[in-house]
Antibody, heavy 122, light 110 residues
């Protein structure tokens, strides 16, 4: 059973960079895309981006200028960096595995971490 | 890209059926059979319910079913149970090779 666990600081100052890591256990990071999603308190889900285990990435157009997702296959981990954060970036951040459909496209999120709350405050 | 459109809330009594709609555009829902649905009870992480419009992962009851017509996908929950009370989100693959979520629908079991 694949399990994902987010880790990183729970408090980040405005204008600084938010950094989170997702550790994958119970399976290899190879062969899949891996994604970050966030959810502001009391609001809906927002897709941030995903990375293939070989390193190719796709990002949400609204966050693309501030987001970097990277992968470390030797540690079975992938990471998120979000720069120049403001209070609007306060959210629960989830990592998830992207499953592939019958056409071989990676299109749905089949395993999720429990999420980690990151607050942006001075 | 704008979020997919879902009704903010739906409700139903135990045993009834409810349907949640998810409207997108020809750049996402309308162009691909790559719509998925997620269930999120309060205080928990989302859980995959449906993928590729109609497919259920193992362990998801067949009371949950998906469909699509044009730019609108739908999730139907039949034989409503108290444990179904949760937020539900749709998602679609897009022509930009990204994913996009709907705004979410709160299901209340009366």
């Amino acid at each position: 059973q694949v399990q994902l666990q987010e880790s990183g600081p729970g408090l980040v100052k405005p204008s600084e960079t938010l950094s989170l890591t997702c550790t994958v256990s119970g399976g290899s990071i190879s062969g899949y895309y891996w994604s970050w999603i966030r959810q502001p308190p009391g609001k809906g889900l927002e897709w941030i981006g995903y990375i293939y285990y070989r390193g190719s990435t796709h990002y949400s157009p609204s966050l693309k200028s501030r987001v970097t997702i990277s992968v470390d296959t030797s540690k079975n981990q992938f990471s998120l960096k979000l720069s120049s954060v403001t209070a609007a970036d306060t959210a629960v951040y989830y990592c998830a595995r992207v499953g592939y459909d019958s056409s071989g496209y990676y299109t749905y999120l089949d395993y999720w971490g429990q999420g980690t709350l990151v607050s942006v405050s001075p | 890209q704008s979020a997919l459109t879902q009704p903010p809330s739906v409700s139903g009594s135990p045993g009834q059926s409810v349907t949640i709609s998810c409207t997108g555009t020809s750049s996402d829902v309308g162009n691909y059979n790559r719509v998925s649905w997620y269930q999120q009870p309060p205080g928990t992480a989302p859980k995959l319910l449906i993928y590729e419009v109609t497919n259920r992962p193992s362990g998801v009851p067949d009371r949950f079913s998906g469909s699509k017509s044009g730019n609108t996908a739908s999730l139907t929950i039949s034989g409503l149970q108290a444990e179904d009370e949760a937020d539900y989100y749709c998602s679609s693959y897009t022509s930009s090779s990204t994913l996009i979520f709907g705004g979410g629908t709160k299901l209340t079991v009366l």
